[in-house]
Structures are given as structure tokens and as C-alpha cells.
Nanobody, 123 residues
């Protein structure tokens, strides 16, 4: 089992920045990659960015690629999401997720999920 705990969400004005953190604990040796998803009220949970835990390769959705950066600190078992130039449409609950295999990036690829952290961007 892997436990994930997110932090760093909050209220920010449009154009501002936030950095989310996700600390993994438990059987982290099985972790192949970690990712961030987000879910706005009444909408599906959408993929934001993924990072290969072993070699650092990243992949992110086009809508955030120029503004968000995913990174990791292996020794701290922590993954980050640096979010810049935030827009009101970025408002959502952001979830951290971990996977133990490769595959197509969908919610079903990820075995473990955090509880989520709220990000609210005001206009």
C-alpha cells in the first residue's frame, strides 16, 4: 500500500502561483510514476501531469503545459506541481496519484490516490 498526502492548495488571484506537494509513504518502492489530476464541480477528474519516478520523464496535458511544471524529490518521496499564471478555470480539487506500471494515462492506470487539495482562482 502507498499513502499519499497533498498540501499547498488555497485561494489565489488570477495570474498568481501556487505549489502543490504530495508526500508518498508506505510501499513506495513499487511506485513507477506519480501524477496530478484535477476535478472541478460537476465535472470528471482530468489528467494534469505525470512524472516517471525512476527517470524523471514528464508528460502533461496541453492546457497546462506552458504554465504548470511537475517535478519530484526522490529522497523525500515527494512530487510537486508548480502552477503559474493561474486562471479561474484552473479552479478544482487537485489529486495526487501513484501508479506501479506503464500504460495509457487514464484514472484507471493509477492505483493510489490522495484525499485532494482545493485550488481556487479568483478573477
Amino acid at each position: 500500500q502507498v499513502q499519499l498526502v497533498e498540501s499547498g492548495g488555497g485561494l489565489v488571484q488570477a495570474g498568481g502561483s501556487l505549489r502543490l506537494s504530495c508526500v508518498a509513504s508506505g510501499r513506495t518502492i513499487s511506485t513507477y510514476g506519480m501524477a496530478w489530476f484535477r476535478q472541478a464541480p460537476g465535472k470528471e477528474r482530468d489528467f494534469v501531469a505525470d512524472i516517471n519516478w525512476r527517470n524523471g520523464t514528464t508528460y502533461s496535458t496541453d492546457s497546462v503545459k506552458a504554465r504548470f511544471t511537475i517535478s519530484r524529490h526522490n529522497a523525500k518521496n515527494t512530487v510537486y506541481l508548480e502552477m503559474n499564471s493561474l486562471k479561474p478555470e484552473d479552479t478544482a480539487v487537485y489529486y495526487c496519484a501513484a501508479r506501479s506500471r506503464t500504460g495509457v494515462v487514464t484514472t484507471t492506470l493509477y492505483d493510489y490516490w490522495g484525499q485532494g487539495t482545493q485550488v481556487t482562482v479568483s478573477s
